[in-house]
């Protein structure tokens, strides 16, 4: 006769079995997940404060699910942004003194229209659109068409070509759906994720995928680097679209792809929405340029080898190279040498996260930094401030027979020093664009070069470099600093 503790043990896996296959006859989800749970059975993400749970699809039925309803939700948000820009055509003559002489600029044809598509994102009910600046970059106009069919002219009131973002505001009175912005920082990689614009034109475009990695730097796209990674097909068109996650709001803004053929690999890159948001808030208190915070200090990636000096594990964080005693960082106590290794607790692996984090955070905003000092590891709450323009930069496009003809130079200060994205700090004067065909680029400048000196005379202002250029002469000597590299130039004009 069987034992009285293996009957009961058998009777109750038995009992087990015969639940199992009801709750399967009775409903294939709740009921036989609900078992599995109690039996710990499903295969569940732990709990994260603030953050929705996840697990993998149980069964059949779940693997059946469909996203027709976030389509639905979100899709009407997503427009399309259509940029035209009139180039006059160049006639083959143009710059010929014979034909110029005798015939003027009339061999020049009409202006031709250049158009280029990309996608956008309603992120306001007053008609807020959200694109990459390299959709509209150069633009004589700007049209945006909704999921609907009606289109609308629109605004450009704010851009930034560093972070590729432009924020557009529609031409009309009328009320829209917009999505609302999740939390970037709250995307772990492996979570599920919808691409939704007009990829090649063909019209709007649903692909699914997940988050393939998070705060890739380094990609080759401008001069943003921090970019959410994701295999949802992202093809020319999808750009200034959205990257929604499972709740029906905005993650990212889909802006680039790694390529060989020009089709999508399953290797994206979308700005996160954080970013995003920090843009927006901008262009809504009516700035038409992003301003980043002002840290007053420059930094440098953590090489293994300073790593291993610091003491550290791994390389990891923001070394300080030079720091502004005048400036937050230097009233705070940061000194080059010192490694920021965290802000507000978000762990930085390399200079771009940081400069990421503190745009998000903005000017006047507060941060706390975790710092390793002189090998000890201390927290400093720095106060972020605006970037001090401390003389006017005069912006000044230079004319007559020189080589800085066609060039347009400024005064520097922090302010312009961080718009152009150049390292360092002190005065001079920069070059911050040239244009086409000038007698500048043919010298061999180049926007964001800094002019130290000209035939041996030193260049601290503007007007130095317009009364050298009056001047007039053959013989032209420039000492260039162009991204912390000293360039001499020697020319005959």
């Known amino acids: 006769m069987m034992n009285r503790p293996i009957a009961i043990l058998l009777a109750a896996c038995a009992g087990l079995t015969m639940l199992a296959a009801a709750a399967l006859a009775q409903d294939s989800g709740s009921a036989l997940r609900d078992l599995l749970r109690g039996l710990g059975g499903e295969a569940q993400a732990p709990a994260v404060e603030g953050q929705t749970a996840r697990r993998v699809p149980l069964g059949e039925a779940e693997m ?65 659109v959200v694109t ?12 945006v068409a909704l999921a609907d069919g009606r289109e609308f002219d629109s605004e450009v009131v704010l851009r930034d070509e560093r972070a590729d973002l432009a924020v557009l505001r529609l031409q009309t009175d009328e009320r829209f759906t917009a999505l609302p912005f999740g939390n970037s920082d709250q995307l772990l990689t492996g979570d599920l994720v919808l691409a939704i614009g007009n990829p090649f034109g063909v019209g709007q475009t649903i692909t699914s995928g997940i988050v393939s990695a998070l705060a890739r730097t380094r990609v080759g796209v401008a001069d943003f680097g921090f970019f959410i990674q994701t295999d949802a097909a992202i093809n020319p068109g999808n750009s200034g679209g959205a990257l ?28 996160p929405s954080n970013m995003v948001a920090a843009v927006v808030a901008q262009a809504r208190g009516g700035a038409d340029a992003f301003e980043r915070p002002y840290l007053g200090a420059d930094f440098q990636p953590v090489t293994p080898q300073i790593a291993e000096s610091l003491g550290l ?11 502004d005693p005048d400036g937050p960082a230097g009233a705070a106590g940061l000194r080059a040498g010192d490694v920021v290794l965290a802000i507000d607790g978000a762990a930085i692996e390399h200079p771009d996260a940081l400069g990421y984090r503190l745009a998000t955070i903005g000017p006047g905003g507060t941060t706390a930094l975790t710092v390793l000092s002189r090998g000890r590891e201390r927290a400093v709450d720095i106060v972020l401030a605006r970037p001090p323009e401390t003389r006017p930069a005069q912006e000044t496009l230079i004319k007559g ?19 152009l994205n150049l390292p360092g700090r002190g005065d001079g004067v920069v070059v911050t664009q040239i244009e086409r065909g000038a007698p500048a680029l043919r010298a061999g400048l180049r926007p964001g070069d800094i002019i130290v000196a000209v035939n041996g005379l030193p260049i601290e202002t503007v007007d ?30």
């Open 64 to 128: 059946q699910l469909s996203f027709a309803p976030l389509v639905q939700q979100t899709a009407p948000s997503v427009v399309n942004v259509y940029a035209a820009r009139r180039v006059q055509q160049r006639s083959p003559f143009a710059g010929d003194p014979f034909f110029e002489q005798f015939f003027g600029n009339q061999f020049s044809g009409p202006p031709r229209v250049q158009s280029s598509l990309g996608s956008g994102v309603i992120v306001d009910e007053g008609g807020l």
């Open 132 to 143: 990459n600046n390299h959709v509209i970059s150069g633009a004589d106009e700007v049209r």
């Open 244 to 271: 929604i996650d499972m709740q029906g709001r905005l993650v990212g803004i889909n802006t680039a792809i790694f390529s060989r053929s020009g089709g999508s690999n399953g290797i994206g890159f979308a700005i």
């Open 313 to 323: 594990d791994r390389p990891l964080g923001a070394l300080i190279v030079d720091v």
């Open 401 to 419: 027979a020189s080589p800085f003809a066609g060039a347009v130079v400024a005064n520097l200060s922090p302010r312009l020093r961080q718009r």
């Open 464 to 493: 130095d470099v317009i009364r050298l250029a009056d001047s007039g002469g053959r013989s032209w000597r420039f000492t260039l600093n162009r991204q912390g590299r000293t360039i001499n130039q020697f020319l005959r004009f």
